[in-house]
């Protein structure tokens, strides 16, 4: 017997995130999944007369991999992936993990080579730009240890967060994206930041359930040169199998100029893949109200209700702000109480204090209004 909870998330994977159509084809690629989750979705592509193309993965089997490849292996898989990905209308990412920290020793000249020639060609340059696509991850025991809950409270918690009502989280965004199409500064003030940007012309995009599995967020990029001020990140980030913590960022005219976390050395070595790693490519207020602290997983914690992302490296095309990078890293700042709390200013207006939307338009996005 399968869990009924699977098929209502196939539902919404299916019909309200990729709004899948009969004779497209579809990507799924799996990490680490249950079976039993696999099937339930390729069940429901064919009764909506799509085709699945699977491909099933495990972390432990892509660290071999990554050890192990030179460039030209590298190349050959990222061209093989590449083919795929053009002969798909849509892709679903499905990662599960036993060990968020499978990938951390291998070298960074080869997680280089991965983001040159797989990751960056496939999926930054092909699919988020040219593909309907959303990438979830899937609650194991691991997960619930990162969040430090039990196995069935997190699973609970995951199925609650990941099937909430988007239609109402959609029309609650609105005022939020207008108000930012109107606005050209943005300031964020709290704990160790004081950081002042433009968004001005850049267009506001809001995550409804389209392309995340859990959702929650609305992002633009700053104006690429406008940023200027430090901003203190509080919640850990896992990047290319490491944790960092308490990262601060320092930045002149656009650019990061300072770095320091509790792994400054390997930090710069990330923002030195490319010229655009130390440049910002989005700007992203947080909203889902079921997500509330950190767990170390980017698809959750960037959704954080109360919490801001501020991320270098390469910016999406529908909010471009001339950055390209290999790098995409979604660092949070959380502004609740219970993390320091905080304030974001548009145009000098104070919008959100300790993670709590202050003003009239924008009061459908607190907690108790979207669930």
């Not at 799996?30 to 993965?57: C, H, N, W």
């Not at 009502?165 to 959609?170: G, I, N, R």
């Not at 079921?290 to 919490?307: C, N, P, Q």
């Not at 990078?325 to 502004?335: A, E, F, K, N, P």
């Amino acid at each position: 017997m399968y869990d009924p909870r699977m098929r209502k998330l196939a539902d919404v994977l299916v019909d309200h995130s990729l709004k899948l159509k009969k004779g497209e084809v579809v990507y799924v690629e799996t990490f680490d999944m249950p079976s039993e989750m696999v099937e339930v979705l390729i069940e429901k592509i064919y009764e909506v007369g799509a085709t699945p193309q699977v491909s099933l993965r495990s972390a432990k089997i892509m660290r071999k991999f990554f050890m192990g490849a030179d460039e030209a292996t590298m190349r050959l898989t990222g061209e093989i992936e590449l083919e795929k990905m053009k002969r798909s209308q849509a892709y679903i990412g499905m990662r599960g993990s036993h060990n968020i920290t499978e990938t951390s020793d291998v070298p960074a000249e080869k997680m280089k080579l991965y983001n040159q020639h797989w990751w960056g060609p496939v999926h930054t340059n092909r699919r988020i730009s040219d593909t309907r696509w959303v990438v979830l991850r899937w609650p194991t025991s691991a997960m619930a240890q990162q969040a430090e809950m039990s196995t069935e409270g997190f699973e609970d918690f995951y199925f609650k967060t990941c099937t909430l009502d988007y239609d109402l989280m959609s029309k609650a965004m609105d005022p939020l994206v207008s108000l930012m199409q109107r606005t050209d500064k943005v300031r964020l003030v709290g704990p160790g930041t004081d950081l002042r940007f433009s968004i001005k012309g850049i267009p506001i995009i809001k995550c409804d359930g389209a392309l995340n599995i859990p959702d929650g967020e609305v992002y633009t990029a700053p104006v690429k040169d406008s940023v200027n001020g430090t901003i203190q990140y509080n919640a850990k980030t896992l990047y290319q199998g490491k944790v960092f913590e308490n990262i601060l960022l320092k930045f002149k005219d656009g650019k990061i100029v300072e770095a320091i976390s509790s792994n400054t050395k390997a930090l710069n070595a990330i923002l030195d893949t490319d010229d655009g790693a130390r440049y910002i490519g989005e700007f992203a207020i947080g909203v889902n109200p079921y997500v509330t602290k950190a767990m170390l997983d980017t698809l959750f914690d960037e959704k954080i209700t109360g919490s801001i992302h501020f991320t270098p490296g390469n910016s999406y095309n529908d909010a471009y702000n001339g950055n390209r990078s290999t790098v995409h890293w979604d660092m949070v700042l959380i502004q609740t109480p219970e993390w320091g709390g905080g304030e974001i200013y548009f145009d000098d207006v104070l919008v959100r204090k300790d993670g709590r939307f202050v003003i009239k338009e924008l009061l459908g996005l607190n907690p108790e209004n979207l669930m």
